[in-house]
């Protein structure tokens, strides 16, 4: 397969700086920012739905303020032995809010005894549907990351639904994992709940960090290569260019991954443009910790030497081998460039360039995929199969066009394909920043053959089927 992208490291932080984080419901129990608290359970015969049991949650003064949280008012919510593992915390909003299609993240600060996953139900009805309850669940997400016991922690839910939809109520369940018919009952605290755009969860430290400010700009005319284009046995990857002109002194390019090679590959880089005697050097987080930590377990991956062999100053080929043990995902890469070998810092250290003299740090994804993908299909009212009439399919040749019949239901007419696809599709969207997994959909309204292209095999793959009554 060959794919070649063109990425403009100037555009690319512009946008990225375009995707600040939007506000669209904001609730800290201090004053009127929402309508009541109680309690819901999403088993019909809950003593907590029947009105055998009431009560189990409270606005009540914070008793654990710290600099994490230090508000006055928390909702406590007595984790009871008779309710679910979806038995949680009800808040209702004072407005009902939209759902949107596009993938949105409620924050919650829950502070409980044991660590563990919690989950968040909504409660709303459609808006044009004057008959149906509002109690109507939504939907259900699990939190994107572990909540950890004995401190505030920020949990972090994807919220997506159809935009006819309302929410009227959050239901924050604060433990998914623990039994507590076994384990016993508890008091879990609720605070801060925040609806943006950032899945990036609140009040734990900035992954990848630089020692310079991101805000830093580097002057006219001290580029120090113009251009360094990926490629692996995959065929030809990502080109990140330079300009001359201003601009920032980091950058994160997070549109695609500009490497792409499965585990034992070799990754090459053509930098074109260095100045005689520029350096480079290339760091991979290989255990998506967020650190590159290129002094203790080889994540510094390439350097160049004291002297770029290149002295007429047209550049010069870096590469580097992806280890043979990892697993597939996006990882996180790192260029630190400095316009002359004088200016160049430690190269064990990958946070610090010499921003006056024209160094940049410049992070960027490498998607590391195995050879075979696997397929899924969530599909009702049709049925799919192979294009030889088989099985529906199972696996899929990475980065190849996925192809596949489909037969609707007599009754049934398809809309779309809801394709989701990349790495470790069942848990977080992101890793430290690097983004796993995307979901795309198809406009197709004919069944028959149909396929999913190329660019969207670039991990495992669930394809949803969209339809609606003829």
Excluded at 107 to 127: D, Y
Excluded at 134 to 159: H, I, R, Y
Excluded at 338 to 365: E, F, H, K, Q, Y
Aim: net charge negative.
């Amino acid at each position: 397969m060959k794919m070649k992208r063109f990425i403009y490291a100037a555009v690319a932080a512009l946008a990225f700086a375009a995707g600040a984080t939007a506000q669209d419901y904001e609730c800290s129990f201090e004053a009127g920012d929402y309508k009541a608290v109680s309690t819901f359970d999403t088993w019909a015969d809950s003593p907590f739905r029947t009105g055998q049991l009431t009560g189990q949650a409270k606005v009540i003064d914070n008793p654990h303020r710290d600099d994490i949280n230090g508000t006055g008012r928390v909702l406590a919510f007595h984790r009871s032995q008779w309710g679910s593992h979806l038995y949680g915390a009800r808040v209702d909003l004072a407005t009902p809010l939209p759902f949107a299609d596009t993938p949105r993240y409620l924050h919650v600060m829950i502070h409980k005894p044991a660590r563990g996953k919690a989950a968040l139900v909504i409660l709303g009805k459609r808006s044009a549907w004057a008959g149906q309850s509002p109690e109507t669940v939504q939907l259900v997400s699990p939190s994107l990351n572990e909540v950890e016991g004995g401190k505030w922690c920020d949990a972090v839910f994807m919220v997506r639904g159809n935009v006819n939809a309302e929410m009227h109520s959050f239901v924050v369940a604060t433990d998914t994992e623990r039994n507590p018919a076994t384990q016993g009952s508890y008091t879990a605290f609720i605070d801060n709940l925040f609806l943006n755009d950032d899945p990036t969860p609140r009040n734990v430290s900035e992954p990848y960090k630089v020692a310079f400010d991101t805000n830093a700009t580097v002057a006219d005319g001290t580029t120090p290569f113009n251009s360094a284009a990926f490629s692996s046995p995959d065929g030809e990857g990502g080109e990140l260019k330079l300009s001359a002109s201003q601009q920032a002194a980091y950058q994160y390019i997070d549109q695609c991954p500009l490497a792409t090679a499965k585990p034992g590959d070799r990754v090459t880089l053509d930098i074109r443009g260095g100045g005689a005697d520029f350096a480079c050097d290339i760091y991979a987080d290989w255990d998506n910790d967020g650190v590159f930590a290129a002094g203790t377990d080889g994540e510094l991956v390439a350097t160049t030497p004291s002297l770029v062999p290149d002295s007429a100053g047209a550049g010069c080929t870096m590469s580097f081998a992806v280890p043979e043990s990892i697993k597939p995902g996006n990882y996180r890469l790192r260029l630190k460039a400095a316009n002359a070998l004088s200016s160049r810092p430690d190269p064990s250290d990958p946070t610090g360039v010499d921003t006056a003299a024209g160094g940049r740090i410049i992070d960027c994804l490498a998607n590391v995929h195995a050879a075979k993908v696997k397929v899924g299909f969530v599909a009702r009212m049709c049925e799919v199969t192979s294009t030889d009439g088989g099985l529906a399919p199972a696996e899929a040749e990475w980065g190849k066009d996925l192809v596949f019949n489909l037969r609707m239901d007599g009754d049934y007419r398809l809309t779309g394909l809801e394709v989701k696809h990349g790495h470790n599709l069942t848990g977080p969207q992101h890793t430290n920043g690097n983004q796993q997994w995307s979901v795309d959909v198809i406009d197709v309204t004919e069944d028959g053959r149909l396929t999913i292209p190329a660019r969207m095999v670039d991990g495992d793959v669930s394809v949803t089927i969209l339809f609606t009554n003829k």
